[in-house]
């Protein structure tokens, strides 16, 4: 099966429609997979798997050949190995995005005590789900995944914020 057959047989009717008959196909895949490959060459995320998650991305309204030739193709591909829980590819994440993650916290005030405990947050809505791959294959590519990532975290920071304080004051005298 050619990678434009794959792509298209992984849309749903009404995407479909909008490439069937678009000639610029299997040239678009095949300039996202360079670009990915040249960005993550120590990743490993098979071609049919890549190409099934391009099409997944462009569902749900970006669905046009303008939205396919646009798609931030190196975010996508490491978002897809950090999906597919690619040890590479999570330990990578750590080192690139945490440190811009708890930036973001700091830019709105959130208390530096309160980092860890919302990067926590993110990891496991990120990574790790219940029978259904974390949020990190929510990306879309239509942005950068730094941008994505930091609306992640700015979103959490002001849950967090919203969150009742727990925190009791002890007495010295009640703890003796």
Do not use: K
């Not at 749903?12 to 040249?38: I, K, P």
């Not at 950090?82 to 080192?95: I, K, T, V």
């Not at 990067?119 to 950068?144: K, S």
């Amino acid at each position: 099966m050619s990678r434009t057959e794959l792509f298209l047989a992984s849309l749903s009717e009404e995407a479909r429609a909008t490439f069937a008959t678009w000639t610029g196909t299997e040239h678009t895949l095949e300039v996202l997979l360079d670009q990915a490959h040249a960005a993550w060459p120590d990743l490993e995320v098979s071609e049919a798997r890549f190409v099934r998650h391009i099409a997944a991305s462009l569902d749900g309204g970006a669905a046009s050949t303008d939205g396919l030739r646009s798609l931030h193709a190196a975010d996508l591909y490491f978002a897809c190995a950090c999906a597919d829980g690619d040890p590479r590819a999570l330990a990578a994440f750590e080192q690139r995005y945490w440190a811009h993650v708890t930036a973001a916290l700091a830019r709105i005030g959130v208390l530096a005590a309160a980092h860890d405990d919302i990067v926590q947050e993110l990891r496991t809505a990120l990574f790790v789900a219940n029978d259904a791959p974390g949020t990190i294959a929510g990306y879309r590519g239509r942005g950068d995944l730094r941008g994505w990532l930091r609306a992640s975290a700015l979103r959490a920071g002001y849950r967090a914020a919203r969150r009742p304080r727990r925190e009791m004051a002890l007495d010295d005298d009640a703890t003796r």
